[in-house]
């Protein structure tokens, strides 16, 4: 059995996210990344095993986490306490 077009679109995103250097559109794909990776922990076989082991969840859990921590946080100075 192949990979599910879920799969294959959660890739392709985690690949592209490091070279887009728009914030807006880097957020949106933090997000997108995070339904993908939560439709694919919910897809199960035919069997109804999970279609994909924990230990590939994990590791684009870890691997989505590391885009989302590339983002700019505003910063606060302290006048505008």
Do not use: C, W
């Amino acid at each position: 059995m192949g990979i599910s077009k879920t799969e294959i679109n959660l890739r392709r995103l985690i690949a592209a996210a490091p070279q887009q250097q728009n914030q807006a559109k880097l957020i949106h794909y933090v997000a997108t990344l995070r339904e993908l990776l939560e439709q694919l922990s919910e897809e199960t076989s035919p069997e109804g095993l999970p279609r994909v082991s924990k230990a590939k969840v994990n590791d684009y859990a870890e691997k989505i986490e590391s885009v989302a921590s590339t983002l700019v946080s505003p910063v606060v100075s302290f006048e505008d306490v």
